[in-house]
């Protein structure tokens, strides 16, 4: 991107409506508006124009007039960007809006890259790095908690966490590096004792903030459930009725199921991705044998599994089962529900006999349903809201989405583990402080208080263009 000495533009809105908003932002965005702009009031004058003005009239070109327009004036620095910007509310064809915007760009102002306005935006102290990172994340929200996530962040949830374990860093580095001021005086400013509680409080947050980011990716990008189990057991049927169309094909004949079926639905305001596997089976079938290795790898990659059983097998291997799953998914931040179908076929009895000899383990789920009636499905859909944790974010949790934040904290949290080792080992003060600086350094990369032109440009280059 170049410099921010000169005027950008390009179109604001997508296709589908019937109005489109041409966005125009930089020194030059009111002259070139005045240009190609005839109020319908003639005493009004564009250059001259307060911020916050709504102005209605023609956008002309000479004699030919293109559309009739609403045009919003923004003064610098009360504007999205912090620069003079003008946004052009004209009718939606491409015509119209192709023809505008050579007008502009006939007048001097550019095509805009991808994520320039918000970039300029963060170049002019509007917002933060992270801050700048949530509008991409805000224009792509599919759910309702990912939109949660994305406006939490907008306004500033991370970057007030951050800025906070930045300061008290900053504090205790300049404590330390006034010490090496004093070296021959062998002075100590900043007491020892309360340095490592400090270094240890913030390090125990940036912890909890890094480990945050498992769930809120999931909940961004959809949260991953595989459906497993023996095959027959109504895995395809579970997932036709999650989805509420006939997206599996559902047979008696055990090993339907050969590969993956994948799709996604919203529940109570989040994704979910559903994944629809390989019953699990000894087998000699070389294309079914590939079917169940991929159904593993589904287990890996999901937050939230569902174990498919039913009431006419023993709870003894219902159990095995289960501990089968446990042993793959063991150690990991993963959530699992065993699920006992056609319940519709079994007496009361049989049902409470498997409900008291089915173990669950922590914050395991046991449930009966019937697939095939809809019976305890919605039951289910509350039980996986319930694990995704949808309370977090209604409680104003700091919630990490993005694996940039991500990998930052966890540098933030080694060069802090070496602050730990090093104060209790008594290595040199100048030591101490270049990794208390390099700790800043990461969490300054964070908000953009530290940020490199690579990593500008690996951010923005992934927005749309006029935003």
């Known amino acids: ?14 296709s589908g409506g ?3 908003v041409i966005r125009v932002s930089g020194p030059g965005s009111f002259a070139m508006a005045a240009s190609l702009f005839s109020p319908a009031d003639k005493d009004v004058s564009v250059k001259d124009a307060k911020g916050y003005t709504i102005l209605f009239g023609e956008i002309v070109d000479g004699p030919e007039v293109i559309d009739e327009v609403l045009v919003s004036l ?47 935006a963060f170049m ?36 007030s966490e951050i800025s906070k374990l930045r300061s008290e860093l900053l504090h205790f580095a300049s404590l330390i590096e006034l010490e090496l001021d004093f070296g021959e005086e062998d002075v100590e400013f900043a007491d020892r004792t309360e340095l490592l509680k400090i270094i240890s409080g913030v390090k125990t947050i940036s912890d909890d903030l890094a480990s945050s980011f498992l769930r809120g990716n999931a909940i961004k990008n959809g949260i991953p459930v595989a459906i497993i189990g023996k095959p027959n057991s109504g895995k395809s049927t579970l997932l036709n009725k999650l989805l509420k169309e006939e997206r599996a094909i559902v047979s008696d004949i055990p ?37 169940i290795s991929r159904t593993y790898e589904k287990i890996s990659q999901a937050a939230i599994i569902l174990l498919m059983d039913e009431v006419g097998d023993s709870y003894e291997s219902i159990t095995r089962r289960a501990e089968n799953i446990r042993g793959i998914i063991t150690g990991e931040n993963k959530k699992l529900i065993i699920v006992i179908n ?30 095939r009636n809809s019976e305890g499905i919605d039951m289910l859909k509350a039980r ?25 904290l966890m540098h933030v949290s080694e060069s802090l583990e070496r602050v730990e080792t090093g104060i209790v080992s008594g290595i040199p003060e100048d030591l101490v402080a270049l990794d208390i600086r390099q700790a800043i350094h990461y969490l300054g990369e964070i908000t953009g208080e530290i940020t490199t032109d690579e990593i500008l440009g690996n951010i923005f280059k992934n927005f749309c263009i006029g935003k």
């Open 1 to 14: 991107m170049t410099g921010r000495n000169d005027t950008i533009c390009a179109p604001a809105t997508g």
């Open 18 to 20: 019937a109005i489109a």
């Open 74 to 120: 923004y003064r610098s620095p009360r504007s999205y960007t912090g620069e003079d910007s003008v946004e052009i509310s004209c009718h939606a064809s491409k015509y119209i809006q192709n023809r505008i915007l050579e007008l502009l760009i006939k007048s001097g102002a550019r095509a805009a890259s991808p994520g320039e306005f918000t970039q300029r």
């Open 124 to 159: 002019n102290g509007k917002m933060d790095l992270s801050q700048a990172e949530a509008v991409a994340d805000l224009i792509s929200a599919r759910s309702e908690a990912s939109h949660r996530l994305a406006l939490g962040q907008m306004r500033g949830g991370i970057s």
């Open 255 to 291: 090993g339907t199921t050969r590969d993956a079926i994948e799709d996604t639905i919203v529940i109570e305001g989040i994704e979910y991705r559903f994944i629809d596997t390989a019953g699990l089976r000894d087998t000699v079938d070389p294309v079914e044998s590939i079917g």
């Open 342 to 371: 056609k319940a519709d076929l079994a007496t009361a009895e049989e049902v409470e006999h498997l409900r008291n000899n089915i173990r669950v383990q922590g914050g395991e789920k046991l449930m009966f349903i019937s697939a």
């Open 384 to 408: 996986l809201g319930e694990m995704a944790q949808l309370s977090a974010i209604d409680s104003g949790e700091v919630i990490i989405t993005n694996i940039r934040h991500y990998e930052a």
